[in-house]
């Protein structure tokens, strides 16, 4: 089945404790990317990648790490969190920039 | 700065009735519009998508309509079913023909619709 995975799906944590979520998809996809999505504001991107090892920033990159060593997969790394990045985090994939995104079931994520 | 807008935070219509849902932008370089649809715990699924070379684009129950020069579109939903109750966002994108343009989709707040039986 052609889809988007995150892990984990739910995460409690407290400020400054380093944590990575995972981006996985099935589709070769060579486009990916991280958005956020907080009440009132919609989905925001914070870092997309056009292929391997191409990763450049979006609308809210402050405090998130990216990386693409393979095309499966992009990891949002939050290397020291706050309170202000408690949010529900998604991550979106397609074959390019031009086509439709295919979207993971979400990871809700709440910095103590 | 919100480049789109979805004004209603809400909506409910009874089964079988139309649903109308409206989104507004204000960026004159988007191109292409696309409606997701979210149910809880789940991801954004992708709906429809106009061009902005169109001003009507049609799938099943689903129409999308554009009005480049009110900067305004819609998305119509008929007859409306219990299924559809979701959130609705709407997503713009600017020309992908520049080599600047990074596929970012810029998304509206969402609209909760509920169809009641």
């Known amino acids: 089945e052609a889809q988007v995975t995150q892990n984990p799906r739910y995460l409690i944590t407290v400020t400054g404790k380093k944590l990575t979520v995972t981006c996985s998809q099935n589709?070769?996809?060579?486009?990916m990317s991280w958005y956020r999505q907080d009440p009132g504001l919609g989905l925001r991107q914070i870092y997309y990648?056009?292929?391997?090892?191409?990763?450049d920033k979006g609308d809210v990159p402050e405090g998130y790490k990216v990386s693409r060593k393979e095309k499966r997969n992009f990891p949002l790394i939050l290397e020291s969190p706050s309170p202000n990045q408690t949010s529900l985090y998604f991550c979106a994939s397609s074959l390019s920039k031009a086509t439709e995104q295919f979207f993971g079931p979400g990871t809700r994520l709440t910095v103590l | 700065d919100q480049q789109v807008k979805q004004n209603s935070p809400s909506l409910s219509v009874q089964e079988g009735r139309i649903s109308i849902l409206n989104c507004d932008y204000t960026?004159?370089?988007?191109?292409?519009f696309l409606w997701y649809k979210k149910y809880p715990a789940e991801g954004p699924t992708f709906l429809i998508s106009?061009?902005?070379?169109?001003d009507k684009n049609e799938d099943g129950r689903f129409t999308v309509f554009l009005n480049k020069s009110a900067k305004h579109l819609s998305l119509h939903i008929v007859p409306s079913q219990p299924g559809d109750s979701a959130v609705y966002f709407c997503a713009a994108r600017s020309s992908i023909r520049g080599s600047s343009n990074t596929g970012k989709l810029i998304f509206g707040q969402g609209t909760t619709l509920q169809v009641k039986p």
């Open positions: 960026n004159s370089m988007f191109d292409y």
């Open positions: 990648s056009m292929n391997v090892e191409v990763t």
């Open positions: 589709m070769n996809h060579e486009y």
């Open positions: 106009i061009s902005s070379i169109k």
